[in-house]
């Protein structure tokens, strides 16, 4: 059912996580998007994607570090490196760290297609000479794909989690007025101290 | 970040291509929901005349249950034509929960924030909407409560009540006839108020239109498009 290719988006303007997305939904990518490498960081704990683009320059965790931790945690994922005008220096470092490619802002629809059409494309001729430890490897990631061992249990997975929905639906709503009023306290607080320090 | 500000060209070109709009809504559920908006008006409008039979006299009392039982019915059929879609289709990742209770709340926060002030100082919705991913988290339980627990329970108190003698013994089972009338009236109460912020609130995209027409076209209404 979802066997779409997955890509990831990591960049902390959503607007970029949205071009994404609008040119490559529609042709066989299901697009994820974080707004920064932490973010990141969690998504890529719960999904295995065939292609992550992340910018180079983010607050808090930058592209080459988010790079650097895809690159330890899963070797043959590729990862484009979005740079905004040449940045050299940024450049040779990621090399270093077997980043697929780099994409220069702006982005057109015709170049974030091409780009994750290569990516994928180089990607597939890796796997497909690589090894046989490192094919073993590929069939462990497919089917570790969503934590479930075949297509069927895909659909099963899928399917549970819907109908499923309502209940954890509920529960949130049971404890929404608890975690709301958490939320506003903290909200209030963090106020008071800003107006506080201001003095 | 270092973006360098896209030419009018490639501003040109984004707009222009066709890529550019994201498809939503696909067919079966904009068929689904307008029939159903539909038939939701119809039921609430019939209901109101078998449940106030003496305050409104616009239909006979006959008429108004006959017409109710065909329309529910009807809206049964169609709800299928929903279900259907989002089972055989990957798309049902839209209607998956957020397991992450943490990213959930702090989703729901920013969302509760963005309607209650956010919107009237004309900030964007912290919620990005993507193919896979389309609602916000208020949108997201909401359905998800009204799709698959609110809408089945209310057809089947209904269903119950359209013939007393053959399911004689599951009304039993729930406790007693009174108790399934007065499930089927409260969710009935619950859906005249849902419909009503439901529409209220469709009417909060970028412009008071842009949600509907969504509806219609399946594509999303994209924000660079109304400035045009
Ligand atoms: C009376 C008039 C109604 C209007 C004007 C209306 C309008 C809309 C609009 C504009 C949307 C798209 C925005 C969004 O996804 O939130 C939408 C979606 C939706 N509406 Fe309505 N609606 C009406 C009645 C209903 C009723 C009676 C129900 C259910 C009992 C309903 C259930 C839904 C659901 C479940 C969606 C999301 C559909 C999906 O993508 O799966 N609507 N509606």
Redesign the interface.
């Known amino acids: 059912m979802n066997t779409k290719l997955q890509v990831l988006v990591i960049d902390d303007d959503a607007v970029v996580g949205r071009s994404f997305d609008r040119v490559l939904s529609d042709k066989g990518y299901q697009v994820s998007t974080a707004l920064s490498g932490e973010e990141a960081m969690e998504t890529i704990r719960e999904t295995d994607f065939d292609v992550v683009f992340t910018d180079i320059k983010m607050p808090g965790m930058d592209g080459l570090e988010v790079a650097e931790r895809i690159k330890a945690r899963c070797p043959w994922t590729p990862v484009v490196v979005i740079t905004g005008y040449g940045t050299p220096d940024n450049e040779a470092q990621a090399s270093v760290l077997g980043v697929s490619g780099f994409v220069h802002k702006p982005l057109t629809p015709e170049i974030i297609e091409s780009v994750t059409l290569k990516a994928v494309k180089e990607a597939e001729v890796i796997l497909e000479a690589a090894e046989p430890c490192e094919t073993q490897e590929v069939i462990a990631k497919t089917v570790s794909k969503a934590g479930v061992h075949s297509k069927a249990g895909l659909i099963a997975k899928n399917v549970g989690l819907f109908f499923a929905a309502p209940f954890v639906a509920l529960a949130y709503v049971i404890a929404l007025p608890f975690v709301g009023f958490y939320m506003f306290a903290k909200l209030g607080r963090e106020a008071y101290v800003k107006k506080h320090l201001s003095k | ?7 009018q060209a ?1 501003q040109n ?2 707009k222009k ?1 066709p ?5 939503i809504n696909p067919l079966p559920v904009r068929i689904w929901h307008w029939l159903n908006a539909v038939g939701f008006v119809a039921l609430i409008l019939t209901g109101i005349q078998i449940r106030y039979a003496n305050m409104f006299n616009v239909l006979s009392f006959e008429t108004a249950i006959k017409t109710h039982n065909w329309v529910a019915f009807t809206v049964i059929a169609n709800y299928f034509v929903w279900l259907g879609f ?2 055989f289709s ?1 798309r ?2 839209v ?5 992450n ?1 943490r990213k ?2 702090d989703k ?2 920013k969302q ?1 924030m963005y309607y209650s002030y956010g919107i009237f100082k004309g900030e964007p919705s912290p919620h ?6 389309k609602f916000n988290p208020m949108q ?3 359905y ?2 009204v ?3 609110v809408v089945p329970v209310q057809f089947i108190t209904g269903i119950m009540m359209w013939d007393i003698k053959r399911f004689e013994g599951p009304i039993a089972m729930l406790g007693g006839i009174h108790t399934v009338d007065t499930v089927h009236v409260l969710i009935f109460i619950f859906f005249v108020s849902f419909t009503l912020v439901h529409a209220y609130m469709g009417a909060l995209g970028h412009t008071p239109s842009a949600h509907f027409k969504e509806m219609f076209t399946g594509y999303e209404e ?1 924000e660079e498009k109304s400035d045009q």
């Not at chain 2, 890529?19 to 498809?23: I, R, V």
């Not at chain 2, 209607?95 to 397991?99: C, F, N, T």
């Not at chain 2, 990005?128 to 991913?133: C, F, H, I, P, R």
């Open positions: 970040m270092s973006t360098i500000p896209p030419t490639q070109a984004w291509s890529d550019s709009e994201l498809y989002y089972l990957d049902i990742t209607y998956h929960p957020e397991l209770p959930f709340f729901a926060f509760f990005k909407v993507l193919a896979y991913d997201s339980i909401t998800q409560i799709m698959l627990l994209a």
